[in-house]
């Protein structure tokens, strides 16, 4: 079939009928199709438009036996509650869960030579590629994989191949991929189509999964005062398909200022950010665009742990949020931190590197426990005091004659300098 390209021409975005039209066009003559398998976001990735899609793909493929399996990762499985929220009405009954640990099978082993090659000397063993057993079922006519294009710290863009290999991923991708990424560095990935993990995800996918008969459907979302607005649609497979939509989330989900910021202040939504795994979001996305000395306000009344998976979390308070020299040692003496080199990655991710300061006002952590972390303390009633997020507007603010810049949602874009970014 071939690639189908939507994109808005309205401000107004994508209407769902347009959209439903682009589904019931690509996927003509397969409505036949006996079992399908649909892999969406969790809850974390809400604004990805993939609960309308899903429901419209349910619609569409009415006399088919359909399973949905959130591509969670290593994130925490949705609850009865977040599914309807996301999903609305939807047989609870189809949803299937992920375990990275326990759920995924050996497809085969990218070679060290090419891991090498592609993260230019910084990684050099081979990486495993695990997936869970599901896409391999072959009574599935076809595996419809949903999903959000938006910059990403690890893979440059989200989504396409690594809704497959880590969405639906196991320990050894997982660990290994975040790895590589933190060791290449977030700053020179982030809001690029070229970098060295999206080459690994890609060729994991073509070299050990091509049998898997998988269907992209990518989406690039904003977020507007009218609500969630989506800029393009695109329906298909390969590479192609993915760069072209990526270009589009650049245009729209990117933000380059001239100079840098002293401060910024991130909004966590409750429903979506309830671990600093997830939460530290506020931190890779803005981290580029904060100047030296500057400060991070993040506030997260959710905020009740730091990993979606118990073991990660005890590693994260084990270690805190440390510089990358310091987490490359601790990997190299501790066995437990070189097993989980995810957690490593994650650890790396959201440390400053001693450049700003970051300041945690959550809802349900101890000062003693954020100070651990390696950040700064804000109880939560005085930071939604001081900054009224129900009438700060986005970005440029003057509070009590400081100007701050405000991000109400920080999973939706990356905000960088052009020097930076550039450089």
Not at 163 to 187: D, K, P
Not at 403 to 422: D, H, M, Q, V
Request: glycine letters at 8%; a negative charge; hydrophobic letters at 40%.
């Amino acid at each position: 079939m071939e690639n189908r390209y939507l994109v808005a021409k309205t401000v107004d975005g994508l209407a769902p009928a347009e959209i439903e039209l682009a589904i019931k066009e690509y996927f003509n003559g397969s409505t036949k199709a006996k079992k399908v398998l649909i892999v969406p976001p969790d809850i974390s990735r809400l604004n990805s438009y993939a609960g309308p899609l899903v429901n419209m793909l349910c619609k569409h493929f009415p006399d088919t036996e359909i399973d949905i399996m959130p591509a969670l990762g290593t994130h925490t499985p949705m609850s009865d509650r977040e599914i309807k929220k996301m999903y609305g009405d939807l047989p609870h009954s189809r949803f299937l869960i992920h375990d990275w640990r326990n759920d995924t099978v050996n497809v085969g082993q990218v070679a060290a030579s090419y891991v090498q090659e592609i993260s230019g000397g910084v990684m050099e063993q081979g990486i495993i590629v695990d997936v869970n057993k599901r896409l391999l079922d072959p009574t599935y006519d076809f595996v419809i994989s949903v999903g959000q294009v938006v910059p990403h710290e690890v893979a440059g863009f989200a989504n396409y191949t690594k809704n497959i290999v880590v969405g639906c991923g196991g320990s050894s991708m997982i660990n290994q991929s975040h790895y590589l990424g933190a060791l290449y560095g977030m700053e020179r990935i982030m809001g690029r189509v070229d970098n060295p993990v999206r080459k690994l995800y890609n060729y994991a996918v073509s070299q050990f999964l091509s049998d898997v008969p998988v269907i992209y459907m990518l989406t690039v979302t904003t977020f507007s005062e009218t609500g969630l607005k989506v800029e393009a649609l695109s329906i298909g497979g390969g590479d192609e398909l993915f760069a072209e939509t990526a270009k589009i989330s650049a245009q729209k989900n990117m933000t380059l200022l001239e100079q840098p910021l002293q401060k910024v202040v991130v909004y966590l939504d409750p429903e979506k950010f309830k671990t600093t795994w997830v939460g530290n979001k506020a931190i890779y996305r803005t981290r580029m665009v904060i100047a030296d000395g500057g400060e991070l306000v993040v506030i997260a009344p959710s905020l009740e742990a730091c990993g979606e998976d118990r073991e990660n979390d005890r590693l994260i308070k084990k270690f805190g949020y440390l510089p990358q020299h310091e987490v490359l040692a601790a990997v190299s003496e501790d066995e437990e931190l070189g097993k989980n080199l995810s957690v490593a990655a994650h650890l790396i991710h959201g440390s400053s590197e001693g450049r700003f300061k970051v300041t945690y006002a959550p809802g349900k952590m101890s000062k003693e426990l954020i100070a651990s972390l390696n950040y700064d303390y804000l109880p939560l009633d005085d930071a939604l005091h001081k900054y009224d997020v129900d009438n700060m507007c986005e970005g440029f603010n003057v509070i009590d004659g400081e100007e701050i810049f405000y991000i109400s949602n920080p999973a939706l874009g990356l905000w960088t300098t052009k020097f930076r970014f550039n450089s």
